[in-house]
T-cell receptor, first 113, second 114 residues
Framework: GENVEQHPSTLSVQEGDSAVIKCTYSDSASNYFPWYKQELGKRPQLIIDIRSNVGEKKDQRIAVTLNKTAKHFSLHITETQPEDSAVYFCAAIPNTGFQKLVFGTGTRLLVSP | NAGVTQTPKFQVLKTGQSMTLQCAQDMNHEYMSWYRQDPGMGLRLIHYSVGAGITDQGEVPNGYNVSRSTTEDFPLRLLSAAPSQTSVYFC?????????????FGQGTRLTVV
């Protein structure tokens, strides 16, 4: 089955810096890669996703890149703000007809003013 | 549109007790699932359903039962609670189109088994 590894487990940056979180996956059949943000005590919420037929996707300060050959994908946050502080999870889904999300172990991002 | 609603938000059980975590969605999603979240382990799939009357096991199904009698509801039953089931439980639902789409999560149930 699919296995997703995520690094780093914690990331501290100064406000205005960029942050990069990296994930690798094992199943070459995976074709959908969402990123979820979870604030303390809250539910995970989708912030961006990418499909396997696309190499990069941007949404304002957030971007995701996908390298299918190397089986890794990354989340890039530019001009970080204190409200970006949260735990971020990557996930991968093989095209099995159901969204059996396989999550990474999470990255705790702390943005200091 | 309430989205995905879970009850209760907090629960303390004694070892051996049973209980049901409730999950309801009002988005007419066919796909529903239950995850547990433990520190340092991300979210892991317990059970899932692709429609009313159809359920299947996920990665960590032992000790849990599910049923899906309606599109809206997907309860999770703990048969005989154990301390290892102390966790935060999230229910999620998603659209069942040809392409994978966003999973919407409930607000979670924090369960402590003593």
């Amino acid at each position: 089955g699919e296995n997703v590894e995520q690094h780093p487990s914690t990331l501290s940056v100064q406000e205005g810096d960029s942050a990069v979180i990296k994930c690798t996956y094992s199943d070459s059949a995976s074709n959908y890669f969402p990123w979820y943000k979870q604030e303390l005590g809250k539910r995970p919420q989708l912030i961006i996703d990418i499909r396997s037929n696309v190499g990069e996707k941007k949404d304002q300060r957030i971007a995701v890149t996908l390298n299918k050959t190397a089986k890794h994908f990354s989340l890039h946050i530019t001009e970080t703000q204190p409200e970006d502080s949260a735990v971020y999870f990557c996930a991968a889904i093989p095209n099995t007809g159901f969204q059996k999300l396989v999550f990474g172990t999470g990255t705790r991002l702390l943005v200091s003013p | 549109n309430a989205g995905v609603t879970q009850t209760p938000k907090f629960q303390v059980l004694k070892t051996g007790q049973s209980m049901t975590l409730q999950c309801a969605q009002d988005m007419n999603h066919e796909y529903m699932s239950w995850y547990r979240q433990d520190p340092g382990m991300g979210l892991r799939l317990i059970h899932y359903s692709v429609g009313a009357g159809i359920t299947d096991q996920g990665e960590v199904p032992n000790g849990y039962n599910v049923s899906r009698s309606t599109t809206e509801d997907f309860p999770l039953r703990l048969l005989s609670a154990a301390p290892s089931q102390t966790s935060v439980y999230f229910c999620a639902s998603s659209y069942s189109g040809e392409m994978n789409t966003e999973a919407f999560f409930g607000q979670g149930t924090r369960l402590t088994v003593v």
